[in-house]
């Protein structure tokens, strides 16, 4: 039973360049959420999103920042023109359809903007 | 006031001893409560969750919940130098959509 799978799990990026982060959620579970967690900080919500939907993405930068879970494949967090302020470990979790059900993590993808 | 809080760190307990992690949070309405585990590069590691008032115990954890002082806490007996990790406090907020908001963590270290 696979967990949540994540790729890359290390990404370096020039500043402008496209960051693109891909997540793919425990078989069976269809809620998944991005967090950010930046150098001494705790970890942030950014957005969640069930097949081609995105329900809440209150914690998304308005600019630059976008997230899609399209019907087939993996859920995929877009950071265009990236600066070295999004240097970060990004996170994704995903969740059953119980209200009450854990989110599970997946091992990050650790940006480094050069 | 932020809205969860973790009792600052670093804690140092010694092996064999009990190590007690607190966390206070602002709104009333917040459902589901966890604790999660956290290694140093790794992704966070749910360790319990914990609903209704009261204990909650699971091995050699134990997860207190009192909602009427905003309060949950976590107990790990016989810590294990294993157990040294930052240990992450979230819960859901009333209203939400199940997303978490997480304390900063507390770091613990077990000293053999």
């Known amino acids: 039973n696979a967990g949540v799978m994540q790729n890359p799990r290390h990404l370096v990026r020039r500043r402008g360049q496209e960051a693109r982060l891909r997540c793919s959620p425990m078989?069976?579970?269809?809620?998944v959420y991005w967090y950010r967690q930046l150098p001494e900080e705790g970890l942030k919500f950014m957005v969640y999103?069930?097949?081609?939907?995105?329900?809440?993405e209150s914690g998304m930068p308005k600019e630059r920042f976008s997230a899609e879970f399209p019907k087939e494949g993996p859920s995929i967090l877009r950071i265009q023109q990236v600066v070295r302020g999004d240097s970060a470990a990004y996170f994704c979790a995903s969740r059953g359809q119980e209200s009450t059900d854990t989110q599970y993590f997946g091992p990050g993808t650790r940006l480094t903007v050069l | 006031q932020k809205e969860v809080e973790q009792n600052s760190g670093p804690l140092s307990v010694p092996e064999g001893a009990i190590a007690s992690l607190n966390c206070t949070y602002s709104d009333r309405g917040s459902q589901s409560f966890f604790w999660y585990r956290q290694y140093s590069g790794k992704s966070p590691e749910l360790i319990m969750s914990i609903y209704s008032n009261g204990d909650k115990e699971d091995g050699r954890f134990t997860a207190q919940l009192n909602k009427a002082s905003q309060y949950v806490s976590l107990l790990i007996r016989d810590s294990q130098p294993s157990d040294s990790a930052t240990y992450l406090c979230a819960l859901t907020p009333g209203g939400s959509n199940y997303k978490l908001t997480f304390g900063k963590g507390t770091l613990l270290t077990v000293n053999p």
């Open positions: 999103l069930q097949k081609e939907n995105i329900i809440d």
């Open positions: 078989k069976g579970h269809s809620h």
